[in-house]
């Protein structure tokens, strides 16, 4: 083997041992398997736990982690048959590309979650009104870049400083390659060329050098920066959708990456014992890349699994509710503080018996047990929707639109137009609302019809400059009130299609998804607070008891001994 270095060694055959089939057979069927549970995913992207989330995002960023990792597991079985060099170059290219675009995709999902339990807020039934409704602040010019970055959504602002960072990456990437010597012999910065006598010794030193730097520390920085600032704003957010858990997860799971990549790449033991012939220091990096993949694909198909229980239950009860024609529903608040919104008493009240609604939960399961609580005290259920469903924007609608309709009969034709545009463009609007209700392609075609030209009069014709194409104005508020001010009223003609039971679709069909997927979760959550407090009620009342009883034995025992004096 005189004479052989890595820039003259011969190719080989491919590596079809038992270990090599087994690297191309894990890699396909687990391929198989992610790539199934996305198509299910996105087939299944319209249903309201999957709607919320950036499953484009996050799915582009993991087809670039994954077909890293699928490089990863082919490396034993046909590594061998490409030159060396160009087998490392590849990998140090897509280690400095691929991995790190991939990773920020990923995380720049996640931060979606943040963004979205943030925005939630506004639908709270308590929440403060501080932001700025459509139409309002239009007019003010947005002309220094200061100002036009203001402006910018939060998530947008996020893919704008990925994309400049990845290209700084590439070109960083580019221009190490093209400086460092060892990949071409011919030309590149003294003192950067291949060191080791043996072939082993210039093997490690490809695998080594300042070149592979900036794309650890850019798994350093998502991993061990990002990924703890994540985990730290998700921690107390308890949201019905598996989001949280889905974020920790994956988080979680990547903070041995990095350390674990250094190790096994400049720890000697790791090349002498032979675990990095079997398992190369990258595949440290690709374990966690198997973690992502099972929190960002498996948790959302698990949740339209979920999704499909309700429907069916729902299904199950519409067709025998008339078996529950007996049951009537009380809903009053347990005390002024949740007369203020932070919690109600449901029960059911059966003939002549009174039956508390955590020991009879599926009772409670109907479109009259959903319409009471929103017409008596919906406040409990719009908080539940926005804090932890992440879907207030059915309720705060749906107790808009009550408003409005006690409001229609006694206003006039233009002022009950103009509060029913407010709705429209709060909830409905594809191009005004923060979070449009989930309306088929017909019903939001109907209304756009009736409202969409009053709309684009009062909030402006375009919602982008195309100069700036993240550029986005100001949003809208979700006031609860028909005629509070600072609303640019609709000046044009009111459309003769509008009538009072313009909405009576979208209620029906908003009505539909919350008994089907907000309602009972809400259900669930109460029964399960319900017999917390009733066992803590008992555990102090058997506590008390037995403190009295070993209170009486004490007295029993003070007294003989006294006598006993």
């Known amino acids: 083997m005189e004479g052989i270095t890595i820039y003259n060694f011969p190719a080989q055959p491919p590596n079809w041992n038992r270990v090599g089939i087994f690297f191309v057979t894990f890699a396909a069927v687990w391929t198989t398997i992610v790539a199934s549970g996305m198509v299910f995913c996105l087939w299944n992207r319209h249903i309201p736990a999957l709607r919320v989330r950036s499953l484009p995002l996050a799915f582009t960023g993991i087809t670039l982690l994954h077909l890293y990792w699928c490089m990863a597991q082919i490396v034993y079985p046909i590594g061998g048959t490409m030159p060396m060099v160009i087998a490392y170059t590849v990998q140090y290219f897509i280690m400095g590309t691929w991995f790190p675009l991939g990773i920020a995709l990923f995380h720049a999902a996640n931060l979606k979650f943040l963004r979205v339990a943030e925005m939630q807020k506004q639908f709270e039934f308590s929440a403060p009104q501080t932001r700025v409704r459509a139409g309002e602040g239009r007019t003010k010019s947005h002309t220094s870049w200061t100002g036009r970055w203001r402006s910018v959504k939060a998530e947008n602002k996020v893919l704008i400083l990925i994309g400049v ?11 190490m390659w093209v400086a460092c010597e060892k990949y071409h012999p011919g030309f590149g910065v003294p003192g950067t060329e291949i060191t080791g006598a043996t072939l082993p010794e210039q093997l490690i030193d490809l695998g080594r050098g300042w070149e592979w730097w900036p794309s650890v520390l850019w798994q350093f920085i998502w991993t061990w920066m990002v990924a703890p600032f994540l985990i730290w704003r998700a921690w107390g957010i308890r949201d019905t959708l598996g989001w949280r858990t889905q974020t920790i997860g994956a988080c979680l799971s990547g903070l041995h990456a990095t350390p674990m990549f250094l190790i096994a790449s400049y720890c000697s033991v790791f090349y002498t014992s032979g675990i990095n012939s079997y398992f190369p220091p990258s595949q440290w990096i690709h374990l966690n890349t198997m973690f992502i993949e099972v929190f960002t694909v498996f948790i959302p198909a698990y949740q339209i699994i979920k999704h499909w229980r309700y429907q069916r239950a729902a299904a199950a009860r519409k067709l025998s509710s008339t078996a529950s024609h007996a049951t009537i529903l009380s809903v009053r608040p347990t005390s002024k503080a949740h007369s203020e919104g932070k919690g109600s008493t449901i029960e059911l ?65 233009r002022q009950a137009f103009d509060a029913a545009l407010r709705l429209y463009i709060d909830f409905i609007s594809p191009r005004d609302a923060d979070f449009p209700l989930n309306l088929s392609s017909p019903q939001l075609k109907a209304l756009g019809n009736i409202f969409e030209s009053a709309a684009r009069a009062v909030c402006g014709e375009a919602s982008f400059e ?22 640019l009223q609709y000046q044009g003609d009111v459309p003769d299609a509008f009538r009072e039971d313009v909405f009576d679709d979208t209620k029906k069909h908003v009505e539909s998804l919350v008994l089907t997927n907000t309602w009972p979760k809400f259900v669930k959550e109460m029964q399960e607070k319900r017999r917390s407090s009733v066992d803590s009620d008992r555990s102090a009342e058997s506590e008390e008891s037995n403190g009295s009883a070993r209170t009486v034995v004490s007295r029993i025992t003070k007294f003989v001994a006294g006598l006993r004096q």
């Not at 960072?165 to 221009?175: D, H, I, K, S, W």
């Not at 005290?377 to 808009?400: H, K, M, V």
């Not at 195309?466 to 001010?485: G, I």
């Open 466 to 487: 195309p100069a700036l194409p993240f550029f986005e104005p100001p949003k809208t508020a979700t006031s609860s009130s028909p005629s509070e001010t600072g609303w």
């Open 349 to 413: 009240i059966d003939r002549n018996s009174s039956v508390e609604y955590f020991q009879s939960g599926d009772r409670l399961m109907t479109m009259t047990a959903l319409t009471r609580v929103l017409s008596e005290n919906p406040a409990p259920l719009q908080d539940f929707s926005a804090r932890c469903d992440f879907s207030g924007e059915n309720i705060a609608f749906l107790t808009r639109l009550s408003k409005w309709k006690q409001f229609y009969p006694v206003a006039e034709r």
């Open 165 to 175: 960072a990845m290209v700084f990456q590439v070109v960083l990437t580019t221009g």
